[in-house]
């Protein structure tokens, strides 16, 4: 099992900027990809970002805006999403997504509000 833990949400108003983080714990492997996604409600899970190995990907929605990171001293099991510029369509609960093989795992998600 993984454990994900995500903090950093909250409400903000438009043009404005948060960081999401997350921290994976349990039987986490080195080699793994860890993202974001988000959901609106009436709507499907859409991907946001993902890092894996170095190799950073983007939603064509956040690109240029938003920026993931990886962080940990061994198993660098700590991921973060920097959000500039944020506008009221990036609204949403937001996932962590952590990922080896065929195994995935979520977080609870954690609220993003913005305001225009």
């Known amino acids: 099992q993984v454990q994900l833990v995500e903090s950093g949400g909250g409400s903000v108003q438009a043009g404005g900027s948060l960081r999401l983080s997350c921290v994976a714990s349990?039987?986490?492997?080195?080699?793994?990809?860890m993202g974001w996604y988000r959901q609106t409600p009436g709507n499907q899970r859409e991907f946001v970002a993902s890092?894996?190995?170095?190799?950073?990907?983007?939603a064509d929605s956040v690109q240029g805006r938003f920026t993931i990171s990886r962080d940990g001293a061994r198993n660098r099991n700590t991921i973060y999403l920097q959000m500039n510029d944020l506008n009221p369509e990036d609204t949403a609960i937001y996932y962590c997504?952590?990922?080896?093989?065929?195994?995935?795992?979520w977080g609870k998600g954690i609220q993003v509000t913005v305001s225009s």
């Open positions: 997504n952590w990922r080896y093989g065929d195994l995935q795992y």
């Open positions: 890092e894996a190995r170095g190799n950073r990907n983007y």
């Open positions: 349990g039987r986490v492997t080195s080699v793994n990809v």
